[in-house]
């Protein structure tokens, strides 16, 4: 079975079950589509599709805000047995440039509101026969979304597809470097789609507020829901505390993963008074789960202090893992928070050192992991592949420990690694920690050139909107709170830049500080 069998087997279970509902806030646009109508309408596509002489093997960019018309693209796409690329909707014309060098769409499929971009770029995209609109078309050389799927049959693409066929082409999102293109087959989706449904416990009468970007592999969580025929609320426009509260409490959503910064949004309304809890009906929310970077301990705990019957669970996961799922914590650990988990179903992690050998109990090493959702390589990138997966282990990058009961805790990224004086200091350690202060509400550490000690660890607060944080009053609390070796020898006081999947953006501040004069 491929993933896309889900979709029509959903449509045959449940037919008139509601699978995706697209809310819209701020236009005040609600829109839902049931499992059947879902399952037509990818039919359509694919059929359109191939009457225009796509084939199995060959790509198709994706270009849009999270929507039910982008679902029914992804999935009509991989239903002909051609590869769906989905793109960041943040991507200047650069980046689409450099996407579709490496992965030679022959389709591109785009929201309207990126026509000006899409029109600007298009003679550089010589691979490209076909521009679909999603929206009416303003471009001659664009076709209509709706009117090329109009005619087109509801019945079954006749395509063989098999769970070692390639589906989905992915961009990292080079939050360490350029992104690099990672390829998946249907096994790897699927992979995700067991892992998630197994870690959150779903069944069919859940159902998930999505609103991390579909264009990442946190489509993972989605997936979830999918293989067991839940239904998916999708917020989009914007996600600001009232709104995840309005859709939980109007759409009865039992599961919302979330990303750190809305979760500190959301306590951060809750502590000023902008939200009050009591005034939504919030009874059938009975799982807040997170993921996508480290989670501070500290925030788990407010979050408790408001929800304290609300379970909590934590995955982590990769684009090169298929997405969540790898390790989880499982519910019945809470006693545990602080730590990503245990491997999940179908996978096998292990702590190991720089030539791969496994480690001891509580020393730092590296994560590598082995499972079915391993992607198939990065694309046309062998020599990347080839160190990032060895003998099937997928060298994740990122530093873990491990404790007598076998739960891993990340460290942080190898790249993000402080060397100073000779001691390696991980950041994440120490943004656990200032992120206990009360009137911080983001922190990231990095490290600094420094001719006496090669690096020097930096703090780059974000104070709470509203309160007045002083340098010698964050230099008091790093003296109470941490050892002179991991204390920051900068106190900077900025935003701190995430992606779009809640990553601290290192390597941008970095950028922007190292080159500074900052007075020590």
């Not at 990292?172 to 470097?177: A, D, Q």
């Not at 989605?222 to 309005?246: D, N, R």
Request: with cysteine; glycine share 8%; aromatic share 8%.
């Amino acid at each position: 079975m491929n993933i896309t069998d889900l979709v029509t087997k959903n449509a045959r279970s449940n037919p008139y079950n509601i699978a995706f509902v697209e809310v819209r806030p701020v236009s005040k646009i609600r829109k839902e589509i049931s499992w059947a109508f879902f399952n037509e309408r990818t039919n359509r596509i694919a059929n359109a599709l191939i009457a225009q002489k796509i084939t199995k093997g060959q790509k198709v960019a994706l270009l849009g805000r999270n929507s039910i018309n982008w679902l029914e693209a992804f999935f009509g796409i991989m239903k002909t047995g051609a590869w769906v690329i989905p793109l960041n909707f943040r991507f200047t014309k650069e980046d689409i440039r450099y996407c579709a060098a490496i992965g030679e769409p022959s389709f591109f499929i785009f929201d309207k509101e990126y026509t000006e971009m899409i029109n600007g770029t298009k003679p550089e995209l010589p691979t490209v026969k076909h521009f679909i609109c999603i929206g009416s078309p303003s471009s001659a050389d664009a076709e209509g979304f709706e009117s090329l799927i109009s005619e087109s049959s509801t019945e079954p693409a006749e395509v063989e597809i098999s769970d070692e066929d390639e589906c989905a082409l992915y961009f990292t999102s080079g939050t360490t470097g350029p992104p690099k293109a990672v390829l998946h087959a249907h096994r790897g989706l699927m992979v995700a789609a067991i892992t998630e449904a197994t870690n959150q416990r779903w069944t069919n009468r859940d159902s998930l507020l999505m609103m991390p970007p579909l264009y990442h592999l946190a489509i993972g969580h989605l997936l979830g829901a999918l293989i067991v025929g839940g239904k998916s609320v999708l917020l989009t426009e914007q996600i600001k505390p009232q709104y995840v509260f309005e859709t939980v409490s109007n759409e009865q959503i039992s599961m919302v993963f979330l990303l750190v910064p809305w979760a500190l949004d959301i306590l951060e309304a809750l502590n000023k008074g902008e939200i009050r809890i009591k005034d939504y009906d919030l009874s059938c929310w009975h799982l807040m789960h997170m993921g996508a970077q480290p989670v501070p301990p500290s925030l788990v705990k407010r979050w408790k202090d408001y929800f304290p019957n609300m379970a909590y669970n934590n995955t982590y996961g990769l684009s090169e893992s298929g997405g969540p799922g790898v390790v989880y914590l499982g519910m019945e650990n809470e006693r545990k928070i602080g730590a990503i988990g245990k491997p999940g179903l179908i996978w096998d992690v292990r702590i190991v050192d720089e030539v791969g050998k496994d480690i001891p109990v509580g020393q730092v090493g590296e994560i590598i992991a082995k499972g079915s959702g391993v992607m198939k390589g990065y694309y046309k990138n062998p020599e990347a592949t080839s160190k990032t997966v060895r003998k099937g282990w997928l060298y994740t990058g990122d530093l873990a420990k491990m404790d007598e009961e076998g739960f891993i805790y990340i460290v942080d990224r190898k790249k993000d690694l402080v060397i100073s004086g000779g001691e390696n200091i991980y950041p994440v350690e120490i943004e656990a920690v200032i992120q206990k202060h009360s009137k911080v509400r983001d922190v990231a550490v990095i490290g600094l050139p420094d001719q006496r000690l090669g690096e020097a660890v930096a703090a780059i607060i974000e104070p709470v909107p509203g309160e007045v944080l002083t340098t010698e009053e964050m230099i008091a609390f790093c003296e109470e709170n941490l050892p002179r070796y991991k204390r920051p020898r900068h106190i900077i006081f900025g935003q701190v830049p995430r992606s779009a999947t809640g990553k601290i953006q290192k390597p941008k501040l970095r950028d922007a500080y190292a080159k500074r004069n900052i007075d020590t």
